[in-house]
């Protein structure tokens, strides 16, 4: 049940992209953190904003010199929003990730959900990096690295809860 639950999520989810936004900016650029600035927040701990440092990001291979590119999107359950997408880049692993938060006003609901997190590529028209979480009632999620510098790419976000029509959000269109 699971597995045909997944594969459902997956198809929702690449057929569901091609009607988003394709507003575009350029992959991996500015603005970077400050270099008299931390590029990340302290400890180990998730955060809305990102924490390439935390616990969660580091399990999932992300490094830690990550930084937001781009716009943040939000994933809505009717006229509620119920969390964050942000897509990162890490300019010395040159790699990007796809980043989504969860909000507590959601979590606090005790609903639990399947997540698809990643990087969709333009230039290939498919998700990239991706990272699936099967009946979770986890807060952060990071995709996998995925090698789309060079690529026109946004970060993506999911929330599929049974019995209802997949929740999603796709961060403005960036090229390389």
């Given at each position: 049940m699971r597995r045909a639950r997944m594969t459902m999520v997956a198809t929702v989810a690449g057929a569901a992209l091609s009607?988003?936004?394709?507003?575009?900016?350029?992959?991996?650029?500015?603005?970077?953190?400050a270099s008299d600035t931390s590029a990340t927040p302290a400890g180990t701990a998730g955060t809305e904003e990102g924490n390439p440092s935390s616990t969660v990001a580091q399990a999932a291979g992300v490094c830690s010199d990550a930084y937001q590119i781009g716009t943040t999107s939000y994933i809505y359950r009717g006229t509620d929003k119920i969390a964050s997408v942000k897509q990162f880049y890490s300019p010395g692993c040159k790699e990007n990730y796809g980043y989504v938060w969860v909000w507590n006003s959601f979590l606090s609901q005790?609903?639990?959900?399947d997540l698809t997190v990643g990087v969709w590529s333009y230039d290939r028209e498919s998700l990239v990096?991706?990272?699936?979480?099967?009946?979770?009632?986890?807060?952060?999620?990071?995709?996998?690295?995925?090698?789309?510098v060079s690529e026109c790419s946004s970060g993506y976000g999911l929330v599929s809860i049974p019995g209802e029509t997949a929740h999603e959000a796709r961060t403005d269109k960036r090229c390389a």
């Open positions: 009607l988003l936004g394709t507003g575009v900016a350029a992959a991996g650029t500015g603005p970077a953190p005790n609903i639990n959900f990096g991706t990272r699936n979480v099967i009946d979770t009632h986890g807060q952060e999620f990071w995709g996998n690295p995925a090698n789309t």
